[in-house]
T-cell receptor, first 115, second 116 residues
Framework: DQQVKQNSPSLSVQEGRISILNCDYTNSMFDYFLWYKKYPAEGPTFLISISSIKDKNEDGRFTVFLNKSAKHLSLHIVPSQPGDSAVYFCAASARYGGSQGNLIFGKGTKLSVKP | NAGVMQNPRHLVRRRGQEARLRCSPMKGHSHVYWYRQLPEEGLKFMVYLQKENIIDESGMPKERFSAEFPKEGPSILRIQQVVRGDSAAYFC??????????????FGPGTRLTVT
C-alpha cells in the first residue's frame, strides 16, 4: 500500500520554463512534507519542506504548494536550469501520529531540463 | 561543517557473510535514521535511533538485521548472513532535536551493498 505516490516517473522541460512535479498522499495523519533531489550515486539532498498548517512555502526558485483537502502537493521550479536535472522525491511524515518522524517516500520523478 | 558520513561507499559480500555499514551524523545531530533503496524504488524506512536507544524499528526485517547507535562512535547497521535480495543502497540520515523545530533529515551519500 503506497501512502505517497508520484505518478509521473519522468518529466522533460525546456530550460527557463517552469517545472511542476506532483505528489499525492493517502494518509491523513501526515503533517509534514519534504522534497528531496537526488543525483545518481549520491544521497538525497533536502530542497524544501512544508508543514500542514501552511499551503505554500517558497525558497528562491523552489515553491511547494499543499492542498490538504485533495491530499496533493506540488513542487514548482522556475526558471528551470539544466543543473536541476535529477530525480525528485516527495516525502511525508506524521510527526505527531506515532511514526516518530520517519519519512515515507514516493518512487520519484526524473526531471530532465533541456538547454 | 561536515555532512552525514557513511562508509564504506561500496561493499561487496558473498552470500552468508556479514555486512557492517557505518554512519556518522552531522555535528550536533542526535537522531539517526536508516533507509534502504532498491532499484527503481523510493527509499524505505528501516530504523530510527537516538544515542543508545532504538526508537522505532518497524521497518527492519525481523531476522538478520540489527542497528545500534552507541554513546561513542558511529551508528552501525549490521546484516548477518547476507542474501542476494539484500543488495541495495543503504542511506543514513540525521536530524537535530525535533523540539528545536527542525524536522528535516539530512542524508549521507549511501553505501551500495552488492551480494554475490
Amino acid at each position: 500500500d503506497q501512502q505517497v505516490k508520484q505518478n509521473s516517473p519522468s518529466l522533460s522541460v525546456q530550460e527557463g520554463r517552469i517545472s511542476i512535479l506532483n505528489c499525492d498522499y493517502t494518509n491523513s495523519m501526515f503533517d509534514y512534507f519534504l522534497w528531496y533531489k537526488k543525483y545518481p550515486a549520491e544521497g538525497p539532498t533536502f530542497l524544501i519542506s512544508i508543514s500542514s498548517i501552511k499551503d505554500k512555502n517558497e525558497d528562491g526558485r523552489f515553491t511547494v504548494f499543499l492542498n490538504k483537502s485533495a491530499k496533493h502537493l506540488s513542487l514548482h521550479i522556475v526558471p528551470s536550469q539544466p543543473g536541476d536535472s535529477a530525480v525528485y522525491f516527495c516525502a511525508a511524515s506524521a510527526r505527531y501520529g506515532g511514526s516518530q518522524g520517519n519519512l515515507i517516500f514516493g518512487k520519484g520523478t526524473k526531471l530532465s531540463v533541456k538547454p | 561543517n561536515a555532512g552525514v558520513m557513511q562508509n564504506p561507499r561500496h561493499l561487496v559480500r558473498r552470500r552468508g557473510q556479514e555486512a557492517r555499514l557505518r554512519c556518522s551524523p552531522m555535528k550536533g545531530h542526535s537522531h539517526v535514521y536508516w533507509y534502504r533503496q532498491l532499484p527503481e524504488e523510493g527509499l524505505k524506512f528501516m530504523v530510527y535511533l537516538q544515542k543508545e536507544n532504538i526508537i522505532d524499528e518497524s521497518g527492519m526485517p525481523k531476522e538478520r538485521f540489527s542497528a545500534e547507535f552507541p554513546k561513542e562512535g558511529p551508528s552501525i547497521l549490521r546484516i548477518q548472513q547476507v542474501v542476494r535480495g539484500d543488495s541495495a543502497a543503504y542511506f543514513c540520515a540525521s536530524s537535530p532535536l525535533p523540539d528545536r523545530g527542525d524536522y528535516e533529515q539530512y542524508f549521507g551519500p549511501g553505501t551500495r551493498l552488492t551480494v554475490t
